[in-house]
């Protein structure tokens, strides 16, 4: 009886000793997310930090994302790869649903009280159209904007462009002092898109959501012109050579030192703008065709929100503890956003403000009950076949190595 108590006792003191060491055993979870500049790494590493606090038995493998509209993840997929957790977007939720790997995140979501921490305006963003929830979003509504240098046009005598011939005679000017017009990061296709997203609003507010939605078509008056308009100014040399080969470094790098008057990205670029160029730098509506139009179709912005953010591999060892992760992420993410990168624009409501906005985004707060529509950026639209093919050929369009016809050809036939 003596040994069978001692041998008890034992027992239980080394489960007291191994105990601790249990519960500390570390999880990792591989995560597959943007790292490329401050308005990624900045909100990552934020969150991270935060996890470490909440969870300090997870550790995150970090996947940087490509930035390929996706293909790398769609790959990933195909092979029947992917890691505990990944960001997406609208294009691509489609194929993953369609093939099982997107966890239903509706009792995580319940569970974790992230659900009702999403703003009322931003829960067209966390369900998707059969009701469930597949990512947890931390953008709210997003928008392109048309960032240009005003010293530059200062220095060059130049008034900011309203139609197309006052933006052609700029192009004209900055060229002969060595100016890239417009740097533009081509080689990827959701900016291209934007890029002809930002002239198509001038024809049609609808842009490039009204096609994906099919309430339009490419072979519209509307959308030729505007595709006439894109083709003509980058014949003119608005953007930089070599176009469709720019990364994003490289054309920011371009404009951030001044060797280009022009710039397009979301809002989420003011912040490194406004570091790099301080007063210098604004952002103004997009050009239209005629100075009427132009004050018709002011008000009308290429981008918006969609159902995005960061999924769950069903299949994943540890998707539960994923799908808690994942929300945690999401949230701190937003916290970041707001305090750390000045961007209010958020789709959770953390509890948190800003009261020393940056002139730019202050503009745009403002600007946003002014919105006469949205359109949607290309990780927004709905068509897979449709998104596709307005990043391909809008990169064939600013090229400048395509015809409008062949432009409009294309797309119309994928879309057939």
């Given at each position: ?34 790292y ?25 493998e ?9 293909a790398?993840l769609?790959s ?37 009280g992230f659900?009702d ?8 963003f ?12 931390y953008?709210?509504n ?10 530059i ?14 933006l052609?005679n ?40 009204a096609?994906?939605?099919?309430e339009a ?53 003011i ?15 997009y ?15 290429s ?6 953010g ?8 540890n998707?539960e ?15 970041a ?7 209010p624009?958020v789709a ?8 020393t906005?940056p ?14 529509s ?43």
């Open positions: 009886m003596k040994k069978l108590l001692a041998l008890i006792l034992a027992a239980v003191m080394l489960l007291a000793v191994m105990a601790p060491a249990l519960a500390e055993e570390k999880v990792t979870l591989k995560i597959y997310a943007q490329a500049d401050d308005d990624t790494k900045v909100p990552y590493d934020y969150a991270v930090e935060k996890l470490a606090e909440a969870y300090p038995n997870v550790e995150l970090l996947i940087v994302q490509a930035q390929d509209d996706g790398t769609l990933l997929a195909a092979a029947k790869n992917l890691p505990d957790i990944f960001q997406t977007g609208a294009g691509i939720m489609p194929t993953l649903r369609a093939s099982n790997q997107m966890m239903v995140l509706n009792d995580v979501a319940e569970k974790t659900a921490k999403v703003f009322e305006s931003a829960k067209d966390l369900y998707a159209d059969d009701g469930n929830i597949y990512a947890f979003p953008a709210g997003e928008y392109v904007l048309w960032f240009i240098n005003k010293a046009f200062a220095d060059a005598g130049l008034e900011v462009p309203t139609t197309y011939d006052e052609l700029c192009i004209e000017v900055f060229k002969s002092k060595d100016i890239v017009p417009l740097a533009l990061f081509g080689q990827e296709g959701w900016i291209t898109a934007a890029m002809y997203d930002t002239i198509a609003t001038r024809f049609n507010a609808g842009g490039i959501k096609l994906d939605r099919g078509k490419i072979t519209d008056e509307a959308y030729v012109e505007a595709a006439k308009a894109l083709y003509d100014l980058t014949k003119a040399g608005l953007f930089q050579a070599s176009v469709t080969s720019t990364n994003y470094d490289q054309a920011s790098e371009l404009f951030l030192s001044g060797k280009a008057a022009m710039f397009l990205n979301g809002q989420w670029y912040e490194d703008a406004t570091k790099a160029l301080g007063d210098d730098v604004c952002w103004i509506a050009p239209a065709p005629t100075a009427e139009v132009f004050e018709q179709s002011k008000n009308a912005f981008g918006s929100g969609s159902v995005a960061y999924a769950v591999n069903p299949d994943s060892p998707a503890l994923a799908a808690e992760v994942a929300a945690f992420i999401s949230e701190k993410y937003c916290e956003k707001i305090t750390l990168r000045n961007n624009l959770v409501n953390t509890g948190l403000t800003n009261d906005l002139p730019m985004m202050q503009d745009l707060v403002a600007a946003i009950p002014e919105m006469t949205t359109t949607a950026f290309t990780w927004g639209l709905t068509n897979t076949t449709f998104t596709n093919a307005i990043g391909t050929w809008t990169q064939a369009l600013v090229s400048g190595e395509y015809t409008v016809d062949e432009f409009v050809e294309e797309i119309a036939a994928e879309m057939e």
